[in-house]
């Protein structure tokens, strides 16, 4: 098929990379999109880039945007929101707190910021004030935000499980401070019971948290092997170690009670972000245990920002949580459901074509995998399987049909039987021409 | 591994793909001002593993841009 007509985004981003680096505002987009898309108009679940061309949108901002574009109930209560922004210390709080307590299990206390990264950071610190310890437990291939203490690596030797820089990583990056992955944490593989027990037999000791995503999406959507949570849980618990939740994907996609809720394992501390300010602001939370949440009272512990819980997040957050958690969150199993048939359509038009292809894991943060059989841990996503996906996600693309990195689905709650249309006529010739382009490579 | 090796390996692959002479490929160059898209970077890395034998990310093509960038790097690695 041509390539959709790109003149006019391709002039734009000439002009943006003259004063933006990478004519980007972050580095995780694919490393050979030379030309980013470039949106002038958002409706429902679809955007249209600056040379007319129509997209389904399933990127949805790296998940964000869950209440989809033009979202009517959601922009009038950020625009009310806005008449009151000169006032500072609203009254805005207590609602969007007290919402997240009623259906987040680990929420007894929680704290606003701005980014993933910083809030992230913010558990660290706090569950080392809590410990007295210094070190963190994370897993291959889990995603926590890009400071320099906790993004990419890899073991070198798993006797002593550090995670150490190693040219090639995707989530490298030069300008790290030296040492500071090693001096600080361990890593393990995931979903693997046996290493985390005899980790935790000679280390536990040492440990401040351990942090996980509750499914791993960043890995490919892999849910937790059975009993796998539960064990993690009940080792922290032991050893007196903080279990950190990081649901900054998970977080409503699941359920307005996060995976936690869903999966019945119940974390000390959790991160969320993305989705639970609907997309259009930047908000991200840390909920927690009283006794450890506490510790922020009196200055313990600091935790600042000049924009932490800032009104329009704050009105945001309440917004999104109203939404998705009316009558028992209909509007989140209405777009499970078409996010569930919509996965349907893609694997039937990928059997069509001969692709063997899956999607895994709960339909709000599923991957597609080009291969038989369901990944059951981040380390089975070798460099040949990305590879295929990305084939997959670069076809769909230019037949029209967006998603995030690598092959995420992240559905909107506006997703309709008209998007499900729109995706059946692109699906089945995108992924004939993936696998003619599978087939010459692999 | 020898990074010479990998130079001329991936000259080869690199000059077979966009059908041009492999003297004509500078090492310094881009592979995005060479001319090289997803598609062919994939083909690319893939027929490398198998020449060469060794795992590569398919992400390494752009990560490194050039000939001498990604020779040094998988000689590195392969040490």
Redesign the interface.
Known sequence: MTPPQQSANLRYHERLKQVLPGGVHYNFN???E?VPLHFVDGRRSRLFDMDGNEYLDLYARFGAMILGHGHEEYLEALQSAMRVLCVSHCDFDADPLELMRTHIPSAEMIRFGLSGTEILQAALRLARAYTGRNRFLRFENHYHGNADNIMGGRVADPANPVPVD???D?KGTDGRADNVMADQSYMLPWNDTERLEAFFREHAEELACAVTEPVCVNGGSIDPAPGFLEKLRSLCTEHGVVLIFDEMITGVRMGVGGAQRQLGVTPDLTTFGKAIGGGGVPVSALAGKREIMRLLEGKKVIHAGTYNGYPLGSAAVKATFEILSRNDEAVLHRMHDRASELQSILVAAAEAVGLPLIVQGPPGVASFHCCPQPLEHPGQY???L??KD??VA?ALQRHGVLVSSVSRIYPNAQLSDDDLEFFQVRAEKALGEAKQ?ID??? | MDKDHITAVLTKEIAEELSIAPGEIDDRASF?RLGV???Q???I??RL?KELDI??????L???KTVDDIST?LA??HE
């Open positions: 694919m490393p050979w030379e190693f040219k090639g995707y070798d460099f040949e990305m590879g990305i084939m670069t382009s010459e490579i692999f | 995005m898209s997803s598609v970077a994939l083909k890395i893939n593993r795992d590569i990310n398919p992400v390494a752009f990560e490194f790097y590195e690695e």
